[in-house]
DNA sequence: ATTTACGTTTACGTTAACGTAAGGTAGACT
DNA sequence: AGTCTACCTTACGTTAACGTAAACGTAAAT
């Protein structure tokens, strides 16, 4: 148990690179424990950086990454940390939800546009029939 | 009918600057009809500026975005063309389930998240309690 | 007549998210 | 010992997607 990652591992795993990855760290998204100079990324670490992938993969800068990465975290101590990081759950959930509603929108014109283009090729059939007809 | 904008309409319908609807007419994505010096969108425009718009909130650069509107628009003319087309638009609805799922997963992991968090407060309310006590 | 409110072009500036190059270290293989 | 490989740091370069400023045109309102 407890194993840990090298930097070129994780990499691989994930199809980007180690600059990447050290960025990431830059930008204080990760902080993977040291043996000596070489980094070694826990399970969580791992988790972090699968969740800051998927973040961009449905346009989440960093930043907005970070935030999520935040809550999956330390729930915090106090009541109003608590709280306040409920409240930030929740808002981030209606977000997503909306841009759920957004990506049907866009795959409902898909089908749309899909529709149109084999009405279209219908069309075509039909009159290269009546041609060599 | 075939009422047409002004720029500043659209900026304003959509919440963006002036220079962002220039910028992706500079790009290829717009290209409104002129009146004198002045722009006029139709309402063809339009709907490909929300389609921008929206793709950009999806994490879509503006080259896929340009792609889409352009599946959306004039559905091309030979057979070949056609198919070509059929294809990109079946990619793109690939695309676009996955990053549904990816959403979906993501949502999930809030859900566990508000969980977490909302035990946390329990006990800290249990706690507070038998502390009174 | 001039201020206000729109529009126009041209062009340089900015930020995020890395890429890339240069050079150094540390362990493993031959 | 020499070389390979994978790691490290530092630092400048790059691209996308605009922001911002300058300098101007036009048309309605004061």
């Known amino acids: 148990m407890n194993h840990s ?17 050290r960025f990431y760290e830059e930008k204080g998204l990760l902080s993977p424990r040291r043996e000596g100079q ?10 972090k950086l699968r969740l800051i992938l998927r973040g961009k993969r449905l346009g989440f800068s960093l930043d907005e990454s970070a935030e999520i990465i935040r809550m999956y975290g330390a729930p915090g101590s106090s009541r109003k940390q608590l709280e306040a ?15 759920r509603r957004e990506l049907d929108a866009m ?3 898909m089908d749309q546009a899909e ?18 007809s």
Chains 1, 2 share one sequence.
């Open 38 to 47: 070489q980094r070694c990324y826990s399970a969580a670490d791992r988790t």
């Open 107 to 109: 795959l409902t014109e």
């Open 115 to 132: 529709q149109r283009c084999s009405e279209a090729l219908a069309r075509l059939d039909k009159q290269t029939k009546t041609e060599t």
């Open 85 to 99: 990081l409920m409240k930030k759950i929740a808002d981030k959930r209606r977000q997503l939800q909306e841009q």
């Open 5 to 21: 990652y090298h930097i070129g591992e994780l990499a691989e795993e994930f199809g980007v690179t180690t600059r990447t990855i």
